[in-house]
């Protein structure tokens, strides 16, 4: 069974999870893109970390006899390495789309500076 002490702190963090989540969605920090992974997360973390049965019984499925909670961690560090991974993949599409932007912008001022000095010499007498 799982120890009292060791529900307590998962559903502590679970609930300051959940907390923060709110909090970040409230001020408009947290687009619901990701917010909705967020929650979806808090609540099962709780749900997990409350239903004490329910962690043990999970455990047994993936095998886990000597300490159960471990599967609550192992849960945690599992999203935790997906969201970086969806992150990585956000970070670089917007790294490319910057570079390009860049480009562009380049492309543009020349065009701008070549119509200016055009311009410029069709001004000029002579």
């Known amino acids: 069974m799982t120890p009292f ?3 307590i702190i998962a559903s502590f963090v679970a609930a300051v999870i959940l907390g923060i ?3 970040l969605i409230r001020r408009r920090r947290l687009r619901e893109r990701y917010a909705l992974i967020w929650v979806v997360t808090g609540v099962v973390l709780l749900v997990l970390a409350l239903w004490r ?3 043990n019984t999970v455990a047994g499925w993936m095998g886990v006899k000597t300490y159960p909670p471990s599967v609550f961690f192992a849960a945690i560090l599992l999203f935790v390495l997906v969201l970086l991974l ?3 993949i ?4 917007l790294s490319d789309q910057n ?3 860049a480009q562009r912008l380049a ?3 020349t065009d701008v500076l070549e119509r200016e000095q055009k311009k410029d010499a069709d001004e000029e007498p002579g």
Do not use: P, Y
């Open 5 to 7: 002490k060791v529900t």
């Open 21 to 23: 989540v709110f909090e």
């Open 53 to 55: 049965r329910g962690l």
């Open 86 to 88: 969806h992150f990585s």
């Open 90 to 93: 956000v970070l670089s599409r």
């Open 99 to 101: 570079t390009t932007l």
């Open 107 to 109: 492309l543009f001022e």
